[in-house]
């Protein structure tokens, strides 16, 4: 698969789920895809196996959210993998200042759906973790 058709994968499913698409989410997700825990999260050592787990998961981390905006700053292919750069900015429920945060995501494709993800809050560790740092 050539790269900007998975880049297309990658920038689909994280529109997708900023707009709680979940239908169309679904779509985008291998039958056996893995969500690892992010790394340096409360969630690090997660694993999530299949499509309903990584929903569930996508739903249940929106819950304290009044707002949260996630916006792709830049997508690197590096042919194994897809490094998403991130720009998160989110309002809880309870009220509070604005939070803001950049991160990233590794995203393996496959036959253009999404097999396998892992959260960092370190982007400099996603970067390493894929090669490119």
């Not at 309903?52 to 949260?68: G, K, N, S």
């Not at 993998?81 to 989110?90: C, D, P, Q, Y």
Request: net charge negative; glycine share 8%.
């Amino acid at each position: 698969m050539s790269w900007p058709l998975r880049s297309a994968v990658v920038r689909t499913l994280i529109e997708r789920a900023a707009a709680d698409d979940y239908d169309g989410l679904l779509a985008l997700l291998d039958p056996e895809v893995v969500w690892f825990g992010t790394r340096g999260g409360l969630d690090e050592n997660q694993v999530l196996r299949g499509p309903q787990a990584v929903i569930r998961y996508m739903r249940e981390i929106q819950e304290p959210w009044q707002r949260l905006d996630v916006e792709v700053e830049r997508i690197i292919d590096t042919g194994d993998a897809v490094v998403a750069l991130l720009r998160e900015i989110g309002e809880t429920r309870q009220g509070g200042p604005e939070m803001q945060d950049h991160t990233a995501m590794i995203f393996k494709v496959r036959e253009e759906k999404i097999v396998e993800m892992t959260g960092y809050l370190d982007r400099d560790e996603a970067l390493r973790a894929a090669g490119v740092a």
